[in-house]
């Protein structure tokens, strides 16, 4: 039988779409080309915006279309599945199966009947309302993996759904994390990305020692433990909370050479009065001296952030104060949006609400601004010899190889390489910069 996975939103919904495909697979499951080839259609959801569930609601539409020419069967997971649960059958008739974020030990059960020809129907009481992780979220062929460490979140940002559809924070058990690293490793990952709501809030107390981690003594564990096989060699993580961000933890990242110091560190906003609203938990002095601290004790720190422009009652004064942060900290990238009122949030009854074109004149300037800074710290890397994971041949030129840097940047090498390469790190000299790629000539493997 054949599946087809479209996964929507976050990392966190590609790795356990990646889990799922794990479980089919072992079952052997194939996965089909298309949805319109597949058996089993898993629509993997997010909620974070309301487009993000129109466009799912409009994926649901074209494969009921797609129902009344062949059989198949239509499955939703995710944070829309999560949000609507009891009346998703009402709203759209064509899904067969919905699997709430707190439900993954059904799909087993639903599996196992489609083999069988049969609909499955739950008998029992719904299952206890608790968060599973999956073993592993490898993707067969990948050189990196998501490694989630921890679900939900308890910080409650007056625009975001998060944690009132992926729940309160639970942090995967140490034992498993390592266990799991080991797999990644027999199977030949080179780099993971812990991942998490908010990662840096991890915390796991092992009921037989009695032993605490926290997200520092994690990460260090982690780097001890990779170090022993030498296979996985670049570790990142994503996403931390500003607030959660100790000198532990900065030392950690300083220390450890398998921890890549490109950090993503979410500001959302320049101005104190909308970190306010937003309800931040820092202030702008506070993140400013944080930043201080990194860069003082982590040597050549790249950092990345999230900017939300727009939200309600932001003047133009609070956007220049966003736009003298990106000017002060100089971020190497950052994920740019305008807000968009999100129901079931707390800022969904802030009046003042900024209208669509200002939004997006704002959101155009802030882009204009952080793109020139990303190009003119990419830039000053030209002529840099830098480590490279080589992934794949280049998809313009399949005689060329493609990779990516520590800070995550894209590379291009000159020149046909021997494909041994894929796979592997070798130190590459940027010779010039094409757009956000880097063109390089290998020096050495
Ligand atoms: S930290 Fe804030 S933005 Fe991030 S998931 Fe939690 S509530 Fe949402």
Known sequence: MTYFFESYGCQMNIAESASVEQLLMSRLWERAPSGEQADLVILNTCSVRITAETRVAGRIAHYAAEKKKRSCTLLVMGCMAERLHDTF????????YVVGMFERDLFSDIFAAIEQGRHWQQLDEKPVNAYHFASSSYTEGSFQSFVPIMNGCNNFCTYCIVPY???????????EILAELDVLAD???REITLLGQNVNSYSWTDS???????????????????EKKGIIRWVRFMSSHPKDVSDELIDVIAREPAVCKLIHLPVQHGSDRILSAMNRRYSRKDYENLVERMRKRIPGLSLSTDILVGFPGETEED???????????????AFMYHYNPREGTKAYA????????VKKERL???????HAI????????IGKEVPVLVESPSRNNPEELFGHTEQGEMVVFEGALDSSFIGNFVVAHLVSLHGRTFRARMIHA
């Open 319 to 333: 956007l220049e104060r966003t736009l003298d942060l990106l000017k002060l900290v100089r971020y190497d990238a």
């Open 165 to 175: 559809v992926r729940g309160r924070e639970v942090s995967r058990s140490r034992d």
């Open 208 to 226: 037989e020692s009695g032993r605490s981690y926290s997200f520092p003594s994690l990460l260090s564990d982690i780097a001890r433990h990779i």
């Open 374 to 381: 990303t190009r003119e710290l990419m830039q000053s890397r």
């Open 187 to 189: 199977r030949g990952v």
């Open 350 to 357: 802030l009046p003042d609400r900024i209208p669509d074109e």
């Open 364 to 370: 155009d300037r802030v882009i204009r601004l952080q």
């Open 89 to 96: 059958f009402e709203e759209f008739p064509a899904v067969d």
